[in-house]
């Protein structure tokens, strides 16, 4: 079956590095891959998504590329903020009327 | 729009209680799913219903029953409340129907955190 694997938190930078959360997928077919991120207290919001290979998503600095030839989609930002402290979930889905998978979560740390 | 929303926002209950979760959706969406969240396990799928009149089973449905009352509300159901079901909830919906296609993005309610004593 489908399934994501991302990488293991908590991730701890400093403002202003360079982030990369790495997530790998599993699929059929071809499936729509999604970046969600959760502010503590909150449910999840839809930070940026791809829905065919070599398409990149982006919202707010974050960047990631759909690349099926490795399987992957890692989400990267050039510069955080401390505002982007947080946990990120990498989540595909095959089809339209199925819910979609979610990798457990990578908690990011962002200290000034 | 308030988008989807999500009562109660905290809860206690006692082992061998029953509750009812309540979800709804102001955005004319099709889909319907419930979550939970545990430190360290991520998200995992209860139940989901892809449209008025239906509902599936996802990854952990033991303990747990659903409602799709109308195309805005989808309830989630604990008859008889056990600790390991202490957890945070989410309910989530999005556009998708019945018919195939690729998939659209899910919206979450803020959660509601539940204790089982």
């Known amino acids: 079956g489908n399934s994501v694997t991302q990488m293991e938190g908590p991730v701890t930078l400093s403002e202003e590095a360079f982030l990369t959360i790495n997530c790998t997928y599993t699929a059929t077919g071809y499936p729509s891959l999604f970046w969600y991120v959760q502010y503590p207290g909150e449910g999840l919001q839809l930070l940026l998504k791809?829905?065919?290979?070599?398409d990149k998503g982006s919202n707010k600095g974050f960047e990631a590329t759909y690349r099926k030839e490795t399987t992957s989609f890692h989400l990267e930002k050039g510069s955080v903020q401390v505002s982007d402290s947080a946990v990120y979930f990498c989540?595909?889905?095959?089809?339209?009327?199925?819910?979609?998978?979610f990798g457990k979560g990578t908690r990011l740390s962002v200290i000034a | 729009n308030a988008g989807v929303t999500q009562t109660p926002k905290f809860q206690v209950l006692k082992t061998g209680q029953s509750m009812t979760l309540q979800c709804a959706q102001d955005m004319n969406h099709n889909s319907m799913y419930w979550y939970r969240q545990d430190p360290g396990m991520g998200l995992r799928l209860i139940y989901y219903s892809a449209s008025e009149g239906t509902t599936d089973k996802g990854e952990v449905p033991n303990g747990y029953n659903v409602s799709r009352l109308n195309k805005r509300e989808f309830s989630l159901r604990l008859e008889s409340a056990a600790p390991s079901q202490t957890s945070v909830y989410f309910c989530?919906?999005?556009?998708?129907?019945?018919?195939?296609?690729?998939?659209?993005?899910?919206?979450f309610g803020p959660g509601t955190r539940l204790t089982v004593l």
């Open positions: 989530a919906s999005s556009e998708a129907g019945v018919a195939g296609g690729r998939a659209d993005t899910q919206y």
């Open positions: 791809a829905t065919k290979a070599d």
């Open positions: 989540a595909l889905s095959g089809t339209r009327n199925t819910p979609l998978v």
